[in-house]
């Protein structure tokens, strides 16, 4: 548990093309995106260490619908697990949220409030959850510990939505970041720091 009812898995280089998964175990448990197939084992495995069956997930959440970050989603929606994320992401997969995020911009899990923040740049529906209790971010594909944003020469990508998105988050200035690949990162003036340095590098690529 990295912090009250707030689970971290997140994996080292034999699984970074799948994404870390982050579990809120509350009155309504979330799984964040659940990964690729190849790491499910893992998480299987964690999951029954932290004592969280399959079963209990209730709702799956992706940040966005790449194949490393939602292949496993199955694994719950067949336990009865409902899909979540922004229906703008229908052009990278085309897949039905029984849960459409854009919707709606607050969700309880019961002691938890989940902010949904629309960040395009990677995909057209790239959204981050924040936890406001924490002051964290889960940034799915936005930005990662070494300043570097997500790429934006994907299908669906584009460089002025991700300047906007990372100008979003870098007013918010959360404490904490949990991103879809490599190492949590913490620390407000640091993280501001790392959002100027994403923004200035893709400013620099749209100006080419």
């Known amino acids: 548990m990295l912090l009250d009812k707030l689970y971290a898995y997140v994996w080292g280089s034999a699984f970074m093309d799948s994404s870390n998964t982050y579990i809120i175990r509350d009155e309504v448990t ?3 995106d659940p990964g ?19 079963s209990d997930v209730d709702v799956v959440f992706n940040t966005h619908l790449h194949k490393d970050h ?22 990278i997969r085309n897949e039905k949220p029984d849960l459409d995020v854009s ?10 409030d989940l ?18 209790e924490f002051d964290a971010l889960i940034s799915g594909d936005l930005v990662f510990e070494n ?17 906007k998105s990372l100008e979003k988050i870098h ?9 879809g690949h490599g190492r949590i990162f913490s620390g407000r003036e640091g993280i501001r720091a790392l959002l100027e340095k994403s923004i200035e590098f893709i400013t620099r690529k749209d100006n080419y």
């Open 147 to 163: 300043g570097l944003p997500g790429r934006t020469d994907l299908h669906g990508s584009n460089n002025r939505d991700m300047i």
């Open 115 to 132: 902010e949904f923040i629309h960040t395009p740049g990677h995909t057209p529906g790239s959204t981050c959850i924040y936890i406001n």
């Open 30 to 32: 979330f799984i964040i």
């Open 171 to 179: 007013d918010l200035s959360p404490e904490l970041i949990l991103p």
């Open 36 to 54: 690729c197939y190849k790491s499910f084992t893992n998480l299987f495995g964690l999951m029954n260490n932290d004592r969280i069956p399959l």
């Open 70 to 91: 939602c292949e496993s989603n199955s694994m719950f929606l067949r336990k009865g697990a409902i899909l979540a994320f922004n229906i703008n992401d229908r052009v």
């Open 103 to 112: 919707k709606i911009k607050h969700y309880s899990t019961g002691k938890l």
